[in-house]
């Protein structure tokens, strides 16, 4: 198909201009855009985007061959197509990528085998700020809000500074749309296993260079199911967002406002049964047994509730974001800032279900200032600074962290040069520095409340420190076009982490564990050194991507039990503290230590879709990866929660007209295959407080392999049409279409309490879930 598009831009420059349409393959190419210009676009019939432009971790945007970083778009496309419960589990099979799970409301982002505060997260331009430390704590955004993912995989610190050592995740919204459109969508979404409601309302325009979006949207579930478990107590789970943006667009640039709120409920899942298997809920009635706690068998009406029970959590992040770009010459100075508020409360004590335990409160600001040079011949650059300031209070009745306030700037420079029509480069330096406060607290021993350092039954529960953090990031790649379509991708970079919260000033009992940790604020920042070589074909009936990689990082911080005897109970060893003026009573101590770390692995990635047969296509993915910790015991020597290798294999058939009523349709078969992970973290059995004695089943789980396990899954969808106008898109998602009972190794629950009537340990995932998606469209365009 031969297309010609009139593109008129306010801020005249050199443009990646991408180019799509249902049923042919994406296009991009470099334009020149002052004003009004034509251009033409040929675009061959297929369903796959033959040029990917990403913009993630680059100066500017740039086609995804041309860059040296390993980086994966997921499409809007596959995520209307797919079905997920959360944000991140929407990506979770994408290779390299992968989620640690609580539940079905919480998936934490793992890339290469590393997460926590080692994944940065950008929404809506920003650096999500919340505790990404804390295990139970996931990504406060909506899924439909988000447009597509750029995922960066590898060291991202160039770009974002600490916290971003393993990699970035990029949730991208919409862009606003052209002068004079008015539109909006209805979403209605609901699934079977966990009857998963989700609305969405959104609405966007542009009129006289004014652009603006607005959008509602609500998510909740039941507990969900499995055949082992039947309904899982306690995952079910609801969260609302709010979001809206405005913004002028004129010949000198853009300026615009985005304002977003996010509330999640959702429920904590402990695993208790009985000796018939049934999962138990906790109760507690001041009248009762004199306000014991107690357990009991959950009615069917509590099961398909959509309500959490008493053991919960509730976050609600605010976030205010300002972007600007603006012309100069015909380079660009953009400038993005934030505010965010993010309040976290877990209530997990039955005798007080309105008081939180643990409740985090944090405020923080954003920036990001940078100059985006023109292109010069084949070079362009970009250098700048950002950073962030963030306060954080305990405010809950249990401490883990002191109160803290932080400060990060860093300052960037970053290059690309296409030296002839075959050899492209780019690389950059950065250099951070960080001011991490740790606030003193005392707290009366009997109750644990905050007091003055001279009242009655002081403890001093956390002393006040300052540390100082400085680190030195880098990049240097290069891609070779041997021809067109056949290329080769070298990278090498140097990324930095400064201490989180935790490692530097924890002082109690990890909540959820019986371990007591402590923190250390003289710890250095960790510093990585990753090489990625990738050769890949791009071509109209086939694309491929080999990627191996090897990820060294100095001063890896991890949790070490600190020895005094040895305690063959738990396989290490550790120290009994008695904590008994704070009513804690006895729990091996672990503190946090450092050490060297190496991951190595690899992504595959084969597209086959014939340029001759557009109605075929074949994709199949595998991803490994391998980490460990080096000169310690066997029982430490594997990280945790690194994923085990995985195949994933798509047959998918378009079919542009079915009749009538349906056009643009699709039918897709899944299978993924999971590998058996013998490397496992030996350690969990004591931050889940199991023994060979009080714990046989569960014990003995913990230290053998996690089983693999192969899922198939079946999707289908189209355009419905009425008068041979489209009135909606539908989309058919099943997964584990077999029903099977399998446990990931990646779900926090595979240890909880077994169930004696199957002699299972852990809490399995899903089973067979139908997923039923809507979206509505709708013009509130003027037409002429």
Not at 88 to 105: F, K, L, N, R
Not at 133 to 143: L, S
Not at 347 to 375: E, F, G, H, Q, W
Request: proline share 5%; with cysteine; glycine share 8%.
């Amino acid at each position: 198909m031969m297309g010609r598009i009139k593109l008129r831009i306010f801020l005249p420059a050199l443009f990646v201009v991408e180019v799509s349409f249902i049923s042919f393959a994406t296009q991009s190419k470099e334009i020149k855009i002052i004003g009004a210009v034509l251009s033409d676009f040929a675009l061959e019939e297929s369903s796959y985007p033959t040029k990917e432009v990403v913009v993630t971790g680059n100066s500017k945007a740039m086609e995804r061959q041309h860059s040296p970083q390993p980086t994966t778009e997921v499409t809007n496309e596959f995520l209307n197509e797919n079905s997920s419960t959360n944000v991140i589990d929407a990506i979770a099979t994408t290779p390299g990528v992968s989620g640690m799970t609580d539940g079905q409301s919480i998936t934490k982002p793992v890339i290469r085998g590393l997460g926590y505060n080692r994944v940065l997260t950008i929404n809506d331009g920003v650096q999500q700020m919340n505790q990404a430390w804390f295990d139970e704590f996931g990504i406060e955004c909506d899924p439909d809000a988000v447009n597509r993912y750029e995922i960066l995989k590898g060291p991202g610190s160039l770009a974002y500074g600490s916290d971003a050592i393993a990699g970035v995740i990029n949730l991208i919204p919409e862009q606003a749309l052209p002068e004079v459109e008015r539109k909006g969508e209805v979403l209605l979404n609901y699934q079977t296993n966990n009857g998963l409601i989700n609305n969405m309302v959104h609405l966007a325009g542009t009129q006289n260079g004014i652009s603006w979006s607005a959008r509602v949207d609500n998510i909740m579930a039941h507990a969900y199911q499995n055949p082992n478990d039947g309904y899982v107590l306690n995952s079910q789970f609801s969260n609302f967002n709010a979001d809206g943006t405005i913004g002028i667009h004129k010949s000198w640039g853009y300026s615009q406002f985005h304002a977003g709120y996010f509330d999640m409920h959702t429920g904590i899942i402990d695993g208790t049964r009985d000796s018939a298997g049934h999962m138990l809920q906790v109760f507690s009635y001041p009248d009762l047994n004199g306000g014991a706690p107690f357990y009991e068998i959950p009615t069917h009406q509590q099961l398909t509730s959509y309500t959490p029970l008493v053991i919960n959590q509730r976050i609600q992040h605010y976030k205010l974001v300002w972007d600007n770009n603006l012309s100069v010459g015909d380079g660009q100075i953009k400038a993005l800032f934030s505010y965010q508020k993010n309040q976290r409360q877990e209530t997990n004590d039955p005798t007080i279900p309105d008081t939180p335990d643990i409740y985090y409160y944090s405020n923080a600001v954003t920036y990001d200032l940078r100059y985006v040079s023109p292109k010069m011949g084949g070079f362009d650059y970009s250098v700048g600074a950002n950073g962030a300031y963030q306060t954080s209070k305990s405010m809950g009745t249990v401490m883990l962290i002191p109160d803290y306030n932080f400060t990060q700037i860093g300052g960037f420079a970053i290059a690309n040069e296409k030296v002839n029509e075959h050899l492209f480069l780019s690389g950059g330096l950065r250099y951070d520095t960080r001011a991490f406060n740790g606030l003193d607290h005392w707290i009366d021993s009997t109750t644990q409340a905050p007091i003055d350092p001279n009242g009655p039954n002081g403890f001093h529960e956390f002393t006040g420190f300052t540390s100082k953090f400085n680190g030195v990031s880098g990049s240097i790649g290069a891609t070779y076009d041997f021809t067109k379509n056949v290329y080769l991708k070298a990278n090498i970079a140097r990324g930095w982490r400064a201490p989180n919260v935790a490692e530097c000033g924890a002082n109690g009992v990890h909540d959820g564990t019986p371990v007591y940790e402590l923190g250390d604020p003289n710890l250095k920042p960790e510093t990585s050194l990753e090489e990625d070589v990738t050769f890949g074909i791009n071509s109209k009936d086939v694309s491929f991507e080999a990627t191996g990689f090897m990820n060294t990082i100095n001063n890896f911080i991890y949790a070490k039990g600190l020895s005094s005897f040895a305690d063959s109970t738990y396989g290490q060893d550790s120290i009994n503290n008695s904590l008994s003026a704070v009513g804690l009573g006895s729990a091996p101590v672990y503190k946090y230590s450092q050490g060297k770390a190496v991951l190595s692995g690899a992504e595959i990635g084969l597209d086959i879709h014939p340029s001759a047969s557009p109605w075929f296509e074949l994709n199949t993915s595998l991803s490994y990866v391998d980490g460990g910790l080096s000169n310690v015991p066997d029982s430490m020597k594997y990280l945790p929660f690194v994923p085990p290798m995985r195949i994933t294999v798509e047959l998918e058939f378009h079919i542009k007209k079915i009749c009538n009523l349906v056009k643009n349709g699709y039918l897709r078969f899944g299978m993924i295959n999971v590998f058996q992970q013998n490397h496992i973290y030996a350690q969990s059995a004591v931050y889940d407080n199991l023994n060979p004695s009080a714990t046989p089943f569960e014990y003995s789980a913990s230290r053998a392999a996690s089983k693999g396990y192969t899922l198939f899954k079946l999707g289908a969808g189209g355009q419905i049409l009425s008068k041979r106008h489209k009135i909606c898109d539908l989309y058919i998602a099943i997964n584990n279409l077999f029903d099977k009972s399998y446990m990931d190794y990646m779900s926090r629950f595979k240890y909880l309490p077994v169930n004696l009537a199957t002699n299972n340990v852990g809490v399995f995932n899903m089973g067979r879930n139908i997923s039923f998606k809507m979206i509505i469209p709708f013009d509130m365009s003027k037409k002429s």
